[in-house]
């Protein structure tokens, strides 16, 4: 809508629209509680100083354009002044009186190609239509890579479908950026084929479901696990030097990391023994010992393939401490990348709370032990340094780290019904006001919200 106001232009958004009969709009006083009329003596300051008889000519066409003795009245909220296609903020209210229209294409169309700080953008991602409009809606890449992106929604909304699409479409309109996508379902390969991204550019690594341990407690647990906790506990000479073998082999690092030479089991195997324990706890260790070097010489491989998608797959991984401790070397590896070359990176998290929980949620550590939390946060608050951005995609904002997400600058939200959830969403995410969130529980599938630094205003959009 455009509200003129002498030579100002002012932009808003219908909010919400009540309808009322004509005996309510003759004396809405005595009516009780009402949404759009405040108290009479809210009404005596609105209308002490102005033309009351504005008010009643706009109160008798609304009547006469109407289907009967019925009175829509519409709540909105001004977006800002618009000046030469320029949003800027409004710091002062319309006059009351002031006309209202329906804000003409051309201009909507104009406004969809700024950010939220009312500039062009640098490089516009066609992600749908403005509902309501056939108005062509854009997120701005270059917002989104240095400021982090944040999409949500229930199972079925319209969320992986979004993700998909616009990460086809950064890849045609930013030739510079790389990909790189945590998948813990394996299903990002076929989806961005289906969207057309050519199979030549996709590097895949399926990782494999063994024990990948990043810190030396880890493999100490695993052995007082297994049985054999004097090999590993207390304070004899023995115990004293295993630990410090396992410190030597055992790091949080991909260059570090003793794998690079040895299986978990052949580390295992290196461990001092006087009472015959290491040779039984060999014996009784499973497959999953054994893999860690070749997997380490993948993981190197891939993060430095020349393609432009790598996906790393988890389909298969069942152990969570595997799934964090891969993701969080691959993050570790990716950060220090981007600080050395500072080349476009985009690094997307799927189903984020399996990598970076929020504390007492699911079967992953919020705690110390988790690498892959350690990294994300630090990638949330320092990647955008270093042109390393971050997409966060999960079905439940509840269950991922608030600090992760108070770090996303754009927000993609579809259908979210939780209350969890929409709560996260009212403290954590800046740019949706109680109104926004409001909306969430009866979006349509493929019916989104986009607000934030990559759009020029919060928006409903129908996701083409």
């Known amino acids: 809508m455009e509200l003129r106001d ?48 504005d008010w009643k ?12 003795a019925k009175l829509k009245l519409a709540v909105a909220e001004v977006i800002g002044d618009l000046k030469k296609d320029k949003l800027e903020t409004s710091f002062s209210p319309a006059q009351v009186g002031s006309p209202v229209f329906k804000l003409v294409e051309g201009e909507i169309s104009s406004l969809l190609k700024k950010n939220f700080s009312g500039q062009s953008m640098v490089s516009p ?18 917002e989104v890579l240095s400021k982090h992106l944040l999409v949500l929604g229930t199972t079925g909304s319209g969320k992986s479908y979004f993700t998909k699409l616009f990460l086809s479409r950064l890849l045609s309109s930013d030739p510079e950026v790389k990909l790189f996508i945590l998948d813990p379902h394996g299903e990002y390969r076929e989806g961005l084929l289906r969207f057309g991204v050519d199979e030549s550019q996709i590097d895949e690594l399926k990782i494999k479901d063994i024990l990948l341990p990043v810190f030396p407690e880890e493999v100490e647990e695993q052995i007082r696990q297994e049985g054999y906790p004097s090999l590993v506990s207390g304070n004899t000479n023995e115990a004293k030097k295993n630990r410090a073998h396992l410190s030597r082999y055992i790091k949080p690092s991909l260059s570090l990391t003793g794998f690079r030479e040895k299986d978990l089991k052949d580390i295992i195997s290196g461990l001092s023994d006087r009472e015959g324990e290491k040779e039984a706890l060999l014996s009784s260790l499973s497959s999953i010992y054994d893999g860690q070097k070749d997997l380490i010489e993948k993981l190197e491989s ?18 969570p401490s595997t799934r964090v401790n891969v993701s969080g070397l691959i993050m ?7 600080r050395e070359d500072k080349k476009k990176r985009f690094l997307v998290l799927e189903e984020a709370h399996n990598f970076a929980p929020e504390k007492g949620f699911g079967d992953t550590s919020a705690g110390k032990g988790n690498l892959a939390l350690i990294m994300a946060r630090k990638i949330a608050s320092e990647g955008r340094k270093f042109n390393l951005g971050l997409g966060v995609i999960t079905q439940r904002p509840a269950q991922v780290s608030k600090y992760i997400l108070s770090q996303t600058n754009t927000q993609v939200m579809f259908r979210t019904i939780n209350s969890s959830d929409l709560d996260v969403i009212s403290s954590f995410v800046e740019y949706a006001g109680k109104d926004i969130v409001s909306l969430l529980p009866s979006l349509q599938t493929g019916m989104g919200i986009i607000c934030g630094m990559g759009a020029p205003f919060p928006m409903v959009v129908n996701i083409k």
């Not at 000519?57 to 009967?68: D, I, P, S, T």
């Open 332 to 338: 570790r590896e990716l950060f220090d990348k981007a």
């Open 57 to 68: 000519k706009a109160a008798v066409l609304a009547y006469l354009n109407g289907n009967g």
């Open 6 to 53: 002498g030579e100002r232009k002012l932009i808003g958004r219908i909010l919400e629209i009540y309808s009322y009969d004509m005996d309510f709009f003759a004396n809405p006083f005595t009516s009780g509680e009402s949404p759009v009329f405040g108290s009479l003596e809210t009404f005596k300051l609105l209308f002490a100083k102005g033309n009351c008889s």
């Open 125 to 142: 991602v066609e992600v749908g239509e403005l509902v309501g409009s056939s108005a062509t809606a854009y997120l701005d890449a270059q």
């Open 302 to 319: 891939t993060l430095n393939s020349n393609k432009r998608v790598v996906i790393f797959n988890f389909g298969s991984v069942s152990e």
